[in-house]
């Protein structure tokens, strides 16, 4: 049904088997994220001064995330997203094959950086209300690329029948550093990986204005667009998992755009049946901010859905060890090394029919767990960074570190497991949660459709202790 004279409104994006549609999805407000609410000081007094009045102690933190400079202007994405917006090139080039163009931009954007590309087609649930940054520019998400009407006056549903195709462009985080989640070392990866990726899109979106195409930011939801696309499945944990790079991929804006391309489709690589067996996610999260139970239905879409907020709160606390947690994609089983042993498991998983992937995904796992462990708490040393000394006795050895050494320093740590804060079993004395573990009909726990009984496990107590009621309360039959 027509919302606008002149337009018609497509029906439901497939997703793939992660996420579905089954209702009404409203435009999101990019100034309703957390990011701005936390600028404006919807979230606290604590949330707001971290975010707005708190230079990171950690010098290699002030040049690559958002935020937590001494000064803006050493934050190359802050500057590259500021920069004035290029003109499209009034010459354009014909393109007579789409076909051809889709495998030229996307090889385009791969020799600029980019670790993964994918095509979809624009549909209005995908696009972010119609509403325009704030003026102030200390209320703005530093990556925020929307500037002034991009909607040029447009409803949702004719911006996608002007601009059809969403470009997705991203980075993955470097895998070893990432094993140090909780950490310096791992914001590392994860924020030098979103920086990337800025200069990335910045430099694909000029090339397709010289082409003579529109290219516009700050338009679509990156996760819609890139479960659309094919990047990947949607995870209990909330990220998008990919094939190869497991759930270690950044999801900035893509880019919209009316170069003609042939959309990508969604993918199937059992993450859909991984998740409702697996659960070291919600096990290992520190806020306990992951769900345990079944997915949900927020603003009209069937998903796993976090709890952002108790996630987000837990940052002021801890920035003296770490700015993004990243446990969540850490202990993800397709969180792995790119390695043949890897490809062949997801392979599997993906070509193994649907009824007989649950017993596969047992196996997976408890290979999983046997070799990897349930929890990651791997020591990693990098550029004079060690995970295994707790952070501000001897976290680093870098030229301008602010941290507050003292004079007496941590005696050398022996062994291979790293320094995580804050603890879970801190963690379990404030965030209380029930368990919702439901059980199928022959009695096992590990998933669960919503329509049978199940256990109540309450969680006021260590992540190993919860493991061990898993492993031992009955379920009712």
Known sequence: MAVTPGTETPPPPYLGRSVRIVGPVANVDMNQTPHPRNSRGELGKALFNWYRNTISRDPLTRVSAPNHFADQRNFLA?????????????????????????RHIKAVAHHMGADVVTVARAHPSFLYAATAPPKDSAARDVYQNRSGDVYQGRTPEQMVQ????????????????????????????????????????????????????????????????????????LGRNGLLIHRKFGARIHMPDPIMTDLPLVPDRPVDNGVEDFCKICRKCAINCPTNSV???????????????????????????????????????????FTKPNVWWRSLTVWALSACPIPARPLLVRALKAIDDRFWGTTRQSRVRWLGYDSGIKPGEQACTVAGCTAEHGTAHAAEPVGSIGYYAPLKENTNRFVKRDVYWPCDPTGSRSRGDGRTRG???????????LRRQIGRTPCST
Not at 79 to 101: C, F
Not at 181 to 193: F, K, Q
Not at 317 to 322: E, G, I, K, L, T
Request: net charge positive; glycine share 8%.
């Open 455 to 465: 256990t109540m496990i309450p969680t006021g107590t260590s992540s190993s202790t």
């Open 162 to 233: 002007r601009y059809p195709y969403i470009i997705v462009a991203t980075t993955a985080w470097d895998y070893d550093k990432l094993q140090a989640h909780r950490h310096y070392i791992g914001d590392a990866a994860y924020h030098v990986s979103q920086m990337k990726a800025q200069l990335i899109l910045k430099a694909l979106e000029g090339y397709i204005k010289e082409l003579g195409y529109a290219a516009l930011r700050g338009m679509s939801n990156p996760q819609a667009a890139g479960l659309a696309s094919g990047v990947g499945e």
């Open 291 to 333: 769900p345990f139970g079944d997915k949900v239905v927020f603003n009209g879409v069937e998903k796993y859905k976090i709890n952002w907020l108790t996630c987000y709160k837990v940052r002021p606390y801890m920035d003296a060890h770490w700015g993004s947690c990243l446990t969540c994609a850490t202990v993800c089983p």
């Open 78 to 102: 802050s500057v590259v997203n500021q920069a004035p917006k290029g003109k499209i090139n009034s010459s354009q080039v014909a393109v007579s094959d789409p076909a051809a163009m889709t």
